[in-house]
């Protein structure tokens, strides 16, 4: 039953994002040993200039893009990169970014990381990057090496179990979370043990032509309407199961809603005075007034904000985070009021953390799925409604995406003006 619910769930989160890959006729094509200079393995690359791009690459050619944020998606509109090389590829991604007015002299770093098994092709994609990052554009600062925030990120992972991150890399963290995005039993810690093949793979498996022009508010949308069926099918589901069952089910419910509106509060939480200012102080500011207004700058606003900071020492860089991690949302500590909604599940515990009142949240779940799975295998009778289930889940999967084609198709047409806005906005200018 896990592996039904499992599978079916990642199948309708393939309505999200997805890869553009490509194809073609190989009758004709004669196999040539790749040259000493040819990154001969498979890789996954990115490229942050805001817009945000993210490629598959196979013996340095590419063969799946998607965009990042909205305004990668503004940017790729219209253009083809599979089969380009990752030299030609970076260098048309920067000559499109100066000449729709991403690239800048106010804006002009290019980020560029590369994950890959084997260490000569990484190093060497990483070097064909940067030369066409420098070919497309005088002004553009190329930069080699992950995004601040995945190392962060890493970071903190390895501090809660090094062992279990020992082999996760912050490029192959970001790698990991494109592929959460399509599948819900994808864990970093699962993914930490895979290889950079095996991750592209997955990627590669969900390929969907709405891939690029969702929108991270449409995506939203989307992922709310894929969860609202999800768990109207695991309702269906336990009642199945019988009345007990189901009313513990509802207490799952309620404990999941609790929890995500504790969770909403604590990301919003802002930092506290004294903290603004010994933050200020270590980036030698006044005051953090280019952040947002004092007394209300939340930890995630200011951690993009030092994020994009590129001369930092990394002395620096750790006191700010040192400062910042008791703003982690998960460590939150619960207490008082607020654990009243979880008294059955936390028994006489006075206060605990965000984190490990998901995991136990997570472990009731579990006992759940477990008991409801024996029932199952011991009523062979509801096969014929649990396959009426699938049938309905499907059709929930098609409908939704269907319902969302059209919006999709709307969000798509204005990428592609936006991008020709820039273009001649930006021609106008040169002109003049």
């Known amino acids: 039953m896990k592996k039904f619910i499992a599978g079916m769930a990642g199948a309708l989160c393939a309505v999200t994002l997805a890869f553009a890959g490509c194809g073609g006729n190989n009758d004709d094509v004669k196999l040539v040993p790749p040259s000493p200079d040819t990154a001969s393995g498979e890789a996954y690359m990115t490229v942050d200039i805001n817009p945000s791009l993210e490629f ?10 998607k965009a990042g944020n909205a305004d990668g998606a503004t940017l790729i ?5 599979e089969g380009l090389g990752s030299e030609e590829c970076i260098k048309k991604v920067v000559e499109l970014a100066e000449d729709t007015g991403y690239l800048n002299e ?23 990057a940067k030369k066409g990052a420098e070919a497309g554009s005088v002004i553009a600062k190329v930069n080699i ?14 501090a809660e179990n090094d062992e279990a991150y020992k082999s996760l890399t912050p490029v192959k963290y970001r790698l990991i979370t494109a592929v959460m995005q399509f599948d819900e039993t994808m864990t970093y810690e699962k993914g930490a043990e895979m290889t950079i093949k095996e991750l592209k793979d997955l990627l590669e498996e969900h390929e969907d032509e709405f891939e690029d022009y969702a929108g991270e508010e449409l995506k939203e949308a989307m992922e709310e309407a894929r969860d609202a069926a999800k768990e109207k099918m695991e309702k269906d589901l336990a009642e199945l199961c019988g009345e007990e069952y189901a009313a513990k089910f509802q207490k799952y419910l309620a404990y999941k809603a609790a929890y995500e509106e504790l969770k909403k509060q604590a ?18 500011m006044k005051d953090l007034y280019v952040v947002g207004e004092t007394g209300k700058i939340g930890a995630e606003t200011l951690e993009k904000f030092v994020d994009k900071l ?59 799925e477990e008991k409801c799975e024996a029932y199952l295998e011991e009523h062979p009778e509801l096969k014929a409604q649990i396959e009426r289930l699938k049938d309905v889940f499907q059709h929930a999967k098609d409908t939704l995406k269907d319902a969302f084609k059209s919006r999709i198709e709307e969000k798509k047409a204005e990428f592609a003006n936006d991008k020709e806005r820039r273009l001649q906005e930006f021609k106008k200018g040169k002109a003049e």
Request: proline letters at 0%; zero cysteines.
């Open 56 to 65: 598959l690459l196979e013996d340095d050619k590419v063969v799946g893009v």
């Open 310 to 368: 590129r001369n930092l020492t990394e002395e620096t860089r750790d006191a700010i985070e040192k400062i910042l991690e008791k703003y982690d949302e998960d460590e939150t500590v619960i207490s008082g009021e607020d654990l009243q909604a979880f008294g059955d599940l936390i028994g006489e515990i006075d206060e605990i953390t965000l984190d490990e009142l998901e995991d136990l949240i997570e472990d009731f779940k579990d006992e759940l």
């Open 77 to 81: 509109s219209g253009e083809t990169f």
């Open 145 to 158: 090496g992950a995004r601040a925030q995945d190392v962060r990120e890493v970071k903190k992972l390895q």
């Open 106 to 128: 106010d804006n002009a770093d290019v980020d560029i990381s590369v994950a890959a098994d084997d260490e000569s092709t990484r190093q060497k994609i990483e070097e064909h």
């Open 267 to 284: 990301e919003n939480a802002v930092i506290s005075a004294e903290d603004e200012a010994a933050i200020a102080e270590l980036l030698h």
